[in-house]
């Protein structure tokens, strides 16, 4: 039993990693979703361009092809990164390409007439976009953007094998020296799923609060 | 290190096998997933709570777990009890277990897609269950599924690579393996992503045809 117990602190060790891997990872994920969906409705054509280029690379390769290309090929290009490093970033380019799609489809999706107000009200960009497109864009991106979180945490399990130690890792390391495969695997699939619930519970609670004040102009 | 175009000669006919097995891998999960996805869709439509309510959640379990650690399951939880799978079967029943929980979605969506109007007109000229759907929903319901479907199928494509970590000798582990034999990680992991890219690229542009000729699914 004692055995179990030190066990069981080490899978939390690595559930501390997971934890971690997914905040950092989401919080890179939500700018740079933004940059890139803001960049791809932009009026410049570069801008446009660059952004679409981002966004087809990273949805068009997978988050574990992106994450060795990060760790084992970028070194030799002089870029040598931390395995947490090049975990928190392959993730939050990864799941931010997806992320920006969402941002462009919603506040494409704000009706026309709310952008021609603004420019009758003579607004600057900056006064449109903060007080009148965003608040009604906002909690149109919400649940996808709680998908993504989730996709996001998931994903996290593959960084395991560039010997980040994170749940995963653990659980396979706890496989290695007991021989018994059940409990550790069980265990974490467990976890997994109550983070992926807090995660859904929590984006319900934030899109209540922000769709607080919209009763009635949807 | 220097990109080396003679060494991406040697390497290609054992990355092109393992594309091959990879594009292999794909087409049974998709087929796993389409099957079972359906089985999943219609077992949470059931009228009876028993079964229901524990598909739900089967469902939402394993929707909220990673792919790779249900395939660690399997691959090594399963032998314990007795069941021992070659890797291929392994993957692909990781694989199409997975996706099925999605394409569940897509099929719900799908069927809910067709207007209250119709099920009822169904039964106003006294048309039978089987009538009903043979004639009336699925005629509806599944061109709107086809290109969410392929979509499906794009991601599974993409999620091969996550086999290796079960030793099936799909691309990605092609790739590691003469990398690591030869101390040469830039040609292998590079053309590995090219591959992926442009079979993904060449996929968007079909899934962008099959959305114009079958519509898409109303969120």
Redesign the interface.
């Known amino acids: 039993m004692a055995e179990w117990s030190g066990y069981l602190t080490l899978i939390l060790l690595g559930a501390l990693v997971t934890v971690q891997l997914t905040v950092m990872g989401s919080a890179l994920a939500l700018v740079v979703a933004f940059l890139a969906g803001l960049g791809r409705i932009a009026r410049w054509w570069p801008l446009r361009w660059l952004a679409t280029a981002y966004i087809e690379f990273f949805r068009g390769t997978s988050i574990f092809v992106q994450l060795f290309w990060v760790y084992f090929v970028l070194p030799f290009a002089g870029v040598t990164l931390s395995p947490l490093a090049a975990g928190v970033m392959a993730l939050g380019l990864n799941v931010g390409a997806y992320g920006a799609e969402v941002v462009r489809g919603a506040i494409l999706s704000v009706p026309k007439d709310q952008r021609e107000a603004t420019v009758a009200l003579n607004l600057t960009p900056y006064q449109r976009m903060r007080h009148v497109i965003l608040p009604q864009a906002l909690p149109l991106m919400l649940p996808t953007f709680g998908n993504n979180a989730i996709e996001l945490l998931k994903a996290t399990a593959v960084v395991s094998l560039i010997s980040l130690t994170d749940m995963t890792f653990q659980a396979q390391v706890v496989r290695a020296q007991t021989g018994s495969t059940l409990v550790p695997f069980l265990t974490i699939l467990a976890l997994y799923f109550l983070m992926a619930l807090a995660i859904s519970s929590g984006v319900r609670a934030l899109e209540r609060r922000l769709t607080a004040g919209l009763d009635g102009v949807r | 290190?220097e990109w080396d175009w003679g060494f991406v000669a040697d390497i290609m006919p054992t990355l092109l096998q393992g594309l091959k097995l990879t594009l292999i891998v794909t087409l049974l999960s998709a087929v796993v997933a389409a099957v079972l996805g359906l089985g999943f869709a219609i077992a949470r439509r059931s009228a009876n709570r028993n079964v229901a309510r524990p598909v739900a959640f089967v469902v939402e379990?394993l929707?909220?777990?990673?792919?790779?650690?249900?395939l660690?399951?399997i691959f090594?939880?399963l032998p314990?009890a007795g069941i021992l799978l070659p890797p291929l079967v392994a993957g692909v029943i990781g694989m199409g277990l997975h996706y099925a929980t999605y394409t569940a979605e897509v099929y719900r969506a799908g069927i809910e897609n067709v207007p209250k109007g119709q099920w009822e007109a169904a039964r106003a000229t006294n048309l039978t269950m089987r009538q009903t759907w043979v004639h009336v929903v699925i005629p509806q319901a599944v061109p709107p599924m086809i290109p969410a479907l392929a979509n499906y199928l794009i991601a599974m494509f993409?999620?091969t690579?996550?086999l290796s970590?079960i030793t099936v000798l799909e691309l990605?582990n092609q790739a590691?393996s003469v990398?690591n034999s030869s101390y040469r990680?830039?040609e292998p992991?590079?053309l590995?992503?090219a591959f992926?890219?442009a079979m993904?690229?060449v996929s968007?542009v079909i899934l962008r045809w099959l959305e114009r000729r079958y519509g898409r699914l109303g969120k």
């Open positions: 290190m379990f929707r909220g777990t990673p792919l790779l650690v249900q660690y399951f090594y939880v314990d993409k999620e690579p996550l970590a990605m590691k990398a990680y830039i992991m590079t590995v992503g992926f890219l993904s690229l968007v």
